[in-house]
């Protein structure tokens, strides 16, 4: 167990599966007790157990991140288990249908961005207001490459952007007043949900992997490791921040 991050309480949103459980993990690892979110009840307790497994301390807690009053129970729950809450992935995310603009249903492009945007907005909101009140926290955000270059769908891209101009001028309105906001901002990452796209494409994963100037995808872990670095005192001089971690994607 390491000691960035001792006696802090973090909350982790999509923690039930890829990144948010490996940021869940690492976030314990580093002394934080977690309080481990998902609409996948089973996911997130897996989440739990493998934290407790490792000598960590974390809870479950069930969360709509498109229901306020899910958001807001969320916040209760971490501050009323906890005491407090120091830190917060906004990690929750879907992929949306992979179909070109023209062809979303009003309904698909919604969901997409009612999940990644909406979503991330709401969780801010209940979280800014908790940290104000207690003296500052960190905020990290789950945007994606999608948020600057093309290559995914409009409603994926749409909500990734946003979730980057919603972390940037939030990170100006209170980097003032104690808290810190940033993003992390993967390339493609080898989690279920990206499974699930290039199983039936084996093709398509190719010409994907050439993309990275590492031929490969990123592992949760990696990005996690980013997580825990946004959220602990060796990024103090970091707010607004999008940070990169695609190997080598954007360079081209």
């Not at 002394?31 to 301390?57: F, H, L, P, Y």
Request: glycine share 12%; hydrophobic share 40%; aromatic share 6%.
């Amino acid at each position: 167990m390491g000691d960035q991050l001792q006696d802090k309480v973090a909350l982790v949103t999509g923690a039930g599966a890829g990144i948010g459980r490996a940021s869940a993990i690492a976030l314990a690892r580093e002394g934080a007790k977690v309080v481990v979110s998902d609409m996948d009840k089973s996911g997130g307790n897996e989440t739990v157990r493998a934290i407790q497994k490792a000598g960590g301390e974390a809870t479950f807690v069930l969360c709509d991140v498109t229901q306020s009053d899910d958001v807001q129970a969320l916040i209760a729950k971490t501050v009323e288990t906890y005491g407090q809450l120091d830190c917060a992935h906004n990690n929750a995310g879907i992929a949306g249908r992979l179909v070109e603009t023209h062809q979303f249903k009003d309904s698909d492009f919604d969901a997409v961005i009612g999940v990644n945007l909406r979503g991330v907005w709401q969780c801010m909101k209940y979280e800014i207001r908790h940290m104000l009140e207690n003296g500052g926290g960190v905020i990290v955000n789950t945007a994606s490459i999608a948020s600057m270059v093309a290559g995914s769908t409009a409603a994926y891209a749409a909500s990734k952007h946003g979730v980057l101009g919603l972390t940037r001028q939030a990170a100006f309105e209170y980097g003032t007043r104690g808290i810190r906001i940033n993003a992390v901002s993967p390339g493609i990452v080898n989690t279920q949900m990206v499974r699930s796209v290039f199983d039936r494409d084996p093709k398509a994963e190719k010409i994907y992997t050439e993309k990275s100037l590492a031929k490969r995808f990123a592992e949760p872990e990696e990005i996690a490791e980013a997580v825990v670095f946004l959220c602990s005192d060796d990024s103090s001089f970091m707010t607004g921040v999008g940070l990169v971690i695609d190997g080598g994607w954007t360079t081209k």
